[in-house]
């Protein structure tokens, strides 16, 4: 009787964690109207060894900033970007960098994007 109420709850608690992750996903795929919208961010290549496409799409056209981090969290890159409406590109040169693991984020007013890129 108990295995069948832990069972129960269970299996209530996990179809309530889907349907939120479902909703929540849903609200994130659509832009808000009146926002500086970011989305489909990606670097590539990734891994690389001289340089990286930072590619995202926009809404809008708006000004955000792009910087990259060492692990430490100390901003090693800055660059302010306008962006356009659709597809947009950053490139990134290691130049002296070593190789390793870095944090890159896009900033805009309402949001940052973060993830990660390694050079060989």
């Known amino acids: 009787m108990v295995r069948k109420l832990l069972l129960i709850l269970f299996?209530?608690?996990f179809s309530i964690a889907i349907t939120a992750q479902s909703e929540e996903a849903k609200s994130n795929s659509y832009a808000e109207k009146g926002s500086n919208?970011?989305?489909e961010v990606i670097a590539s290549p990734n891994p690389f060894s001289v340089a990286t496409t930072i590619k995202f799409k926009a809404d809008?056209?708006?000004t955000?900033?792009?910087y990259v981090k060492d692990l430490l969290g100390n901003i090693i890159y800055t660059q302010k970007v306008k962006t356009k409406i659709?597809?947009?590109a950053i490139p990134f040169s290691r130049e002296e960098l070593?190789?390793?693991i870095y944090i890159y984020s896009l900033k805009t007013e309402e949001k940052?994007?973060?993830k990660r890129?390694?050079?060989k």
Do not use: Q, R
Request: net charge negative; no cysteine.
């Open 64 to 66: 955000l900033d792009f």
């Open 112 to 114: 940052v994007i973060s």
């Open 37 to 39: 919208n970011i989305y």
């Open 98 to 100: 070593e190789s390793g």
């Open 60 to 62: 809008k056209i708006f």
């Open 117 to 119: 890129i390694v050079i």
């Open 11 to 13: 299996l209530l608690t």
């Open 86 to 88: 659709d597809v947009n």
